[in-house]
């Protein structure tokens, strides 16, 4: 399936709407996901999870990380957590086992509306799933096949 | 269907952008259906407060800080 989009010039990301569903607390929702090669891993973030009533104490504490500002504590979501992307016409849903949750502690020197602007990021397509997808840029186009 | 309405909000979002931060200047909004249902500078309290409005409509609303400030996001 084929997302077709255009950078914006001012800001030139790619950021893709995710329906999301977390089989083990029988949780959904929906994000925005960055699409990121500079992530080794995928994510949701810290604020995505407060959307969704994720309790963060149910959670396995897997591993610390270093984070923007500071350092990220990373949280697995045991079972499967499906993540669902869609064009106009079809619709594609990609399970993934143990996928993971960020939690950043913010180091003091951080302002507080830069903190208020990383936590507002909803949520990470990293390497570990791009490797799967045909992605291209041409110009200002881009194509990710998922 | 509720990803349907997500992206619908976000449309709503980016077509009043500079509206909404001018009314909402460094604070998250939560926007639901078209309109905002909460808003503040504490995200969790931002949360609650539009989770007490919507209840769980909130999974698919969206949530967005409207920065005065130009801040570059290098990861």
Redesign the interface.
């Known amino acids: 399936m084929k997302i077709i989009g255009t950078f914006d010039k001012e800001k030139p ?1 790619i950021l893709v ?3 999301i569903k977390i089989d083990i607390f029988d ?6 996901f ?1 699409i ?1 090669t ?2 080794t891993i995928s994510f949701i973030s810290e ?1 995505t999870a ?4 994720l309790d963060f104490s149910k959670l396995l504490n897997i591993e610390p990380s270093t984070g ?1 500002g500071g350092e990220a504590e990373i949280y697995q979501i045991d079972g499967y957590t499906r993540l ?1 992307f ?1 064009n106009e016409t079809e ?1 594609k849903t990609i399970q993934r086992k143990n996928f993971r949750v960020m939690k950043h502690n913010f180091c003091e020197h951080v302002k ?3 903190r ?2 990383i ?4 949520g ?1 397509i990293g390497m570990d799933m791009i490797i799967g997808f045909r992605f291209t840029t041409a110009g200002l186009n881009y194509t990710l096949e998922v | 269907m509720s990803l349907k309405e997500f992206k619908q909000d976000k449309k709503y979002l980016t077509e009043n952008y500079a509206q909404l931060k001018s009314e909402h200047p460094d604070e998250f909004v939560v926007i639901h259906s078209g309109k905002v249902v909460a808003s503040g500078v504490a995200l969790e309290e931002v949360l609650s407060n539009a989770r007490k409005e919507i209840g769980n409509k909130l999974n698919n609303s969206v949530v967005e800080y409207l920065n005065t400030r130009k801040i570059e996001m290098v990861v």
């Open positions: 990301q709407p995710v329906g949780l959904n929702g929906s994000a925005e960055l990121d500079g992530s604020s407060l959307k969704l009533g923007i669902t869609e619709h507080e509306n830069t208020r602007k936590l507002s990021l909803q990470i």
